[in-house]
């Protein structure tokens, strides 16, 4: 998987959302906000492949988590992305 180009994470009010830049991005109708371990997520996969596996091995670096867990929570949150159009596999 890969994280499409021009969806930039940006804090909004307090908030972290994923923000589309350029024309060909902008799509109003959806609002794509981020807890804490999803933005840690995006941040650390920009302008990289993955795989639910790699997104499992950051939770667990960063966060308290058995890797079970993490690997559920990690294949959820990527299918999640991909169909709010934002990653592709």
């Known amino acids: 998987m890969r994280a499409k ?4 994470l940006r804090t909004v009010v307090g908030e972290q959302i994923i923000v589309a830049e350029g024309k060909e991005n902008i799509d109003f ?7 804490e371990s999803s933005a840690y997520l995006w941040r650390n996969i920009q302008g990289k492949d993955f795989t639910n596996d790699d ?19 990690a294949q959820a949150l ?10 592709e596999k």
Request: glycine content about 4%.
């Open 78 to 87: 990527s299918a999640k992305w991909i169909e709010a159009g934002i990653v």
């Open 55 to 73: 997104l499992a091995d950051l939770l667990c670096e960063e966060y308290d988590v058995n890797r079970d867990r993490a690997l559920t929570d």
């Open 5 to 8: 180009k021009g969806f930039n």
């Open 29 to 35: 109708s959806t609002i794509i906000s981020m807890n």
